[in-house]
């Protein structure tokens, strides 16, 4: 039959259904679905588009997604990778993780999803589901270490279909949230950096599988795409290539390491502990300039100590509680506890010595050591008492001497004035002995004559110090015998005294001086231990 006759079905539906219900029937081809088929209201036949088509014809011919889309099998598939760093979320220095966001790429051919453009004209690439094809099993293995504080859930992906092209190399782009152990250097806090390394490969398949390498397509711009951080700051991404053996496998793996490199920013740091810490340690030495009658000095001695174990406590608490590294940091705040400490011992003991009283004299040892070996060290000058030198045969006065010898009896004897010797009226410079009243056995107004603790013989000047020493001993027992033994015993208490005040205030100055040592010693160590290992290379 011609094309252009009628069909017998045709004149048999006209007859029986009228002019009106063929134009319905007709109307309804024209601008529906028949038979499963859509039309325009042209009546022509709407058809899927070509990548449609495709996208059928690859996925249903794909075969399993376990098995590596590759035709020689001897062949290994070739995987890129790419991180571009976004944001650091947390680095947790307690618990040694880093947890970072980030934007992930994995390249690779697959040989099941190539195609000829010149079949399917207009189709340059085709959004295939990732779930549908092969995908390499590239794992973040650093989490995977025994004992590591890591979620069980480390890696987060959102599924988003991958990208082919007519030559079968396969794009798949995600973000990803990662959790990654990271061991944390604490040597430099707070002037510390961080190298956080991220290892990607893949679990399953060996280097004769599948061969990992880094993608040098694109360099990370870190200020492009990285949000900034309050704590740390990311001066670099470092990317290296390995290939690691293990003993469950005959072959290596290929592995991609990226280190993030994350410096901490230590204003606060220092705003908030370092600098407060410092002005405790300064007013720690204040604990010796006050003095014992205060009664303020074990208060404000137990006060910055507890100030600085607070402080201590506040680093301790944010650091990982490990002995590999000690942060140089604890050689600053550890003798200023110490220091803290010490003064507060200190103060104890030189209270005590302050109040002691007069029940017991100074020993001899005790007045050795703090007179004669710290006074004249830590410059301190007791009060003064006149010295007597000896010059043809007349006694002249001098300097003051260094250890103070009592002047109780200094009224018996006619001193000279300084500008010479003294006048032989004035009875000193006789060879006898002249008494006054008549009364030996007493001394009251005895004269004595200095000539006679000399040695006539010799031209030289005596040792005036045995001379004065002869003297003051002779007038001592003068004085005893004259004023009574009642009067003597209370000059001796308020001088027991005062030996005992003047030993607290010399040891005290003492200590003043070990502390201040200590810790300018203790400074100077911490800041140069941060100049030699800052300026020392990484590895």
Known sequence: MERGCLSLSTVLMIFLLGPTQIVAVT???????????????????????TASHLLESLVGNYGPTTIRPVYNASQPTRVAIRIFVTQVIELNEREQFVQVSGLMRLKWRDEFLSWNETEYPGVQ???????????????????LSPGSSVDEFFERTKSIPTIVTPDGYVEWNFPAILKSSCQIDTLLFPFDIQRCALVFASWVFTITDIELYKDNEQKQNLSAYFVPNGVWEMSEVKVEEANVDYPCCPDPFAQVVFYLVLCRRPLFYIISIILPAVLLAVICLAVYILPPDSGEKISLGVTTLLALILFQELIGGSLPPSSDKTPIISFFFTPMVVISCTSVLC?????????????????????????????????YHRGPATLYVFNNNCPTRSSTIVESWPRTSAHNIRESSSDGPVSPQSGHCSGEHTRSNGDNSHGDGETIHMNSFCDHTNGKQCCHDRCVRELVSTLEKLHAVREGSSKTGDETNERTVSEWQEVAIILNRLMLLV?????????????????????????
């Open 27 to 49: 109307d309804t081809v024209k601008g529906g679905t028949q038979n499963g088929e859509k039309f325009t209201k042209d009546g022509a036949l709407l058809s899927k588009p």
């Open 125 to 143: 690439r085709l959004y295939v589901s990732a779930k549908d094809i092969w995908k390499p099993d590239i794992t973040l293995y650093t989490n």
């Open 347 to 379: 103060s104890v003991v030189i209270l005590n010595l302050h109040h002691r009283g007069s029940h017991k004299p100074v020993p001899r040892w005790l007045r050795h050591f703090t007179f004669r070996c710290l006074a004249p060290i830590l410059c």
């Open 515 to 539: 502390s201040v040592v200590t810790m300018f010693s203790s400074i100077t160590l911490t800041i140069t231990l941060f100049l030699i290992n800052g300026l020392m290379p990484k590895e």
